[in-house]
């Protein structure tokens, strides 16, 4: 029987980049599900009346809902990317591990392209 060591610290376990992607995912869709309501109850103020618009864009120019907004769309991003990876992976392409590696730094290099276009039309 062998012993491996077991190491229950967290910073000191090396998660590969497949890792990395596949947790973000998870943690990207329930962001988007635990922001759904927020969204849609803003739409719904905004479609309620012409004040409720005008309060909604106002919100809209503050600084700090800039920021969450582009938080969010890293979410969506990184959700929609790992997202089209999963599948292409259920119907067995890149699966071995040099190329999940490889699609894993695509998706992670089209979130940060995608959220900077993104910040770039808010801003």
């Not at 997202?83 to 999940?100: F, I, K, P, S, V």
Request: with cysteine; net charge positive; glycine share 4%.
């Amino acid at each position: 029987m062998q012993h491996r060591p077991k190491s229950l610290n967290l910073f000191q376990v090396r998660l590969s980049i497949n890792a990395i992607v596949s947790i973000l995912h998870r943690i990207s869709g329930m962001i988007l599900f635990l922001i759904l309501p927020f969204l849609l109850l803003a739409m719904y103020v905004s479609l309620e009346s012409e004040s409720g618009f005008i309060c909604v864009v106002a919100l809209m120019k503050h600084w700090l809902f800039k920021m969450f907004l582009i938080g969010v769309s890293w979410v969506f991003f990184h959700h929609f990317y790992a997202g089209l990876r999963h599948l292409c992976q259920d119907m067995n392409w890149m699966t071995n591990l040099r190329e999940a590696s490889y699609s894993g730094r695509i998706v992670l290099f089209l979130d940060l392209v995608s959220v900077m276009l993104f910040a770039r039309m808010v801003w």
